[in-house]
């Protein structure tokens, strides 16, 4: 390895470092033989990626999780960012895939877990939909739907929007974020359920552009989860007997949720 090669090596490793002293002491090692200019030139720059790169992770978060951000509160959600910065950095050039693990780094903060133990669940729901945002686009092919009168349960599947996603809590987190984002229902609503402990299950996917967001009725998640597999939709409706797919058939079509179906490999 050439020593510029080195250098950005070095570069790399330290601003990934926890604490600012050994991130300087990084740098210097590798900087020193090249003498005291160099090295203060290179720690001056490690000291402006550090900060910038900080500054960066508050926002990136704040986009991706803004109803976290507004329960935190500015001082704790920035000093969260910062932390999860230094022990998950980016592993790929586009930040906007960083961040998913701060989910579980609010349930492994000491304090945060037994204060507020929604907050992870309110977290998931919220990289689902930063996540969803950016999934492959799906044209809806309304002609397949004819399958579900030509064929057999047994021989058909259902092709859901693509990187659909189910966030079981047990708390009412698609009330907590929708109040937040949208204003409805309102917050004392959402509060009063917080209150009462109501658990909710989450399903996310995109419509068109929209990320879209709502509760799961019964059984829903075990269905979803089912046809994700790949398997029939006879296989989907025996795991879960409490959906009434009557009801959940035209409104799923309808917002964009199921796009297509499809024959199921018998394999």
């Known amino acids: 390895m050439s020593g510029l090669a080195q250098q950005q090596a070095a570069l790399l490793r330290a601003l990934w470092q926890p604490r600012h002293a050994d991130a300087m ?5 590798c900087v020193r ?3 005291t200019g160099a090295q203060k030139h290179w720690e001056r720059g490690l000291q402006a990626y550090r900060s910038n790169g900080l500054l960066l992770a508050q926002r990136v ?4 999780y803004p109803v976290a951000a507004q329960l935190l509160g500015e001082e704790n959600f920035e000093a969260l960012a910062r932390r999860l910065w230094r022990q998950r950095p980016p592993e790929r050039g586009d ?7 701060f989910a579980g780094l609010l349930a492994a903060t000491p ?3 037994q204060e507020d133990p929604y907050l992870p669940d309110v977290a998931r729901t919220e990289w689902a939909l930063h996540t969803v945002a950016t999934a492959p686009d799906a044209t ?11 064929c057999d349960p047994a021989e058909l599947t259902l092709v859901l929007s693509p990187e659909t996603q189910c966030v079981a809590s047990a708390w009412p987190v698609v009330s907590i974020v929708q109040a937040h984002r949208s204003a409805e229902p309102s917050l004392q609503e959402a509060g009063r359920l917080l209150r009462e402990q109501v658990s909710q299950t ?3 996917w995109r419509q068109g552009l929209t990320p879209r967001l709502r509760v799961a009725q019964a059984g ?14 006879l296989q989907a409706l025996d795991a879960a007997p409490e959906l009434d797919f009557n009801t959940w058939l035209p409104a799923a079509v309808q917002d964009g949720l199921l796009v297509a179906c499809a024959r199921s490999d018998p394999h």
């Open 202 to 204: 989450a399903v996310v």
């Open 111 to 113: 304090g945060l877990a």
């Open 140 to 150: 809806p092919d309304a002609a397949s739907l004819g399958l579900l009168v030509e």
């Open 61 to 64: 978060l704040a986009a991706a």
């Open 25 to 29: 002491e990084t740098i210097a090692e």
């Open 95 to 101: 930040l906007a895939q960083w961040g998913g693990a």
């Open 33 to 35: 033989p090249t003498g």
């Open 220 to 233: 829903e998640a075990a269905f979803i989860a089912v046809l994700q597999q790949g398997r029939s939709l």
